[in-house]
């Protein structure tokens, strides 16, 4: 029982890993296109925070 609930275990942190990566991507797309369009003044709260987080990259 043990063994299932380990193996259970690393397929949902590997499901939650890819879909951290998905969501990462398209927080960069939404980034990438308020960015193109000069759109960050109607952001101005998290931009502080998304400037901190893309200078860690």
Known sequence: MAQYKSVRGQLRT?????????????????????????????FSKHKEKVATKQDTR
Do not use: F, G, P
């Not at 797309?29 to 003044?41: A, C, F, G, K, Q």
């Open 14 to 42: 590997a499901d939650l890993e890819q879909e951290n990566d998905r969501l990462r991507k398209r927080i960069r797309t939404y980034e990438d296109v308020i960015s193109r369009n000069n759109l960050w003044s109607y």
